[in-house]
């Protein structure tokens, strides 16, 4: 029953256009305070009309926190094309619930999964793009880390080293150490893309030497592990030792397992 009622639901949405969805939409408001509704629907401007058991209320963009619809049936279907590899057929499901739903919350839940789309089918241009795009919808996203990794590994693969170099020393600048120990890295990765090994092997273990005081395992295993597969691409017998480093002091690393079978 519950199905067919989604089913129902949606079939109203498209008749009623972009922005409208149902089935237990919400909006919270600067208070807290949660108001449910039967649907809802967003103009272009982000203002908010919710159709409630007292009428339609109706929230100016800027006086609520957030405003969401139920979750399109659309989205679980590009989250199920994901898992199966079927990447095209998720970008199409993505793109129109962006549109479609703007400002009520499925946008930024889309935008977020797009890219992964795009880099699953190996286009990290269009990955670029897709998260430049997610950007542009919701801005706060940039402080999400995973996300603004995300973005910065696209880029490398994109060959955009000039706007990624860029992006780079903003991180270095920003004050975090282990985000800037990330970035170290990263430029080692930028020259070993191009071929440049000797160059490469020194931003990472810049990285292992000066940023000693980051103790993430996954920064430090990351940065001694490339280290050690660039000086073993080099024939440079340092190489054993700075993967038995991954061994003896950062155990936890994702990288001690292929590290302790290099010894």
Known sequence: MKRNYKIICFGLVVALGAGMACAAPYVIKPNGERVEGRNIRADKDGNINLTTSMGIETYP?????????????????????????????????LDPIISRYR????????????????????????????????????????????????????MLVAKQYQALGRELDAVAASGS?????????MRGDILLAQNDLNMAVLDYLRTAILFKDVSDPAVQ??????????????????????????????????QAAQARSKL
């Open 61 to 93: 963009k800027g006086r609520y926190i957030k405003a969401a619809a139920d979750q399109p049936a659309e989205y679980g279907q590009a989250e199920a094309a994901l898992r199966a590899g079927k990447y095209d057929d998720a970008i199409k499901l």
């Open 103 to 154: 400002f009520l919350t499925w946008d930024v839940e889309a935008a977020k999964l797009l890219p992964q789309a795009y880099l699953g089918k190996k286009d990290a241009e269009g990955a670029v793009k897709a998260y430049s795009r997610l950007f542009q919808i919701a801005p706060e996203e940039k402080k999400n880390s995973d996300v603004a990794w995300g973005m910065r590994q696209a």
């Open 177 to 185: 150490r282990t985000d800037a120990a990330r970035a170290q890295i």
């Open 221 to 254: 295993g990351e940065a001694h592990f490339k280290a050690a597969q660039t000086l073993e691409a080099l024939r440079d017998p340092r190489a054993k030792s700075m993967y038995k480093i991954i061994v003896d002091k950062y155990p936890s690393a994702p």
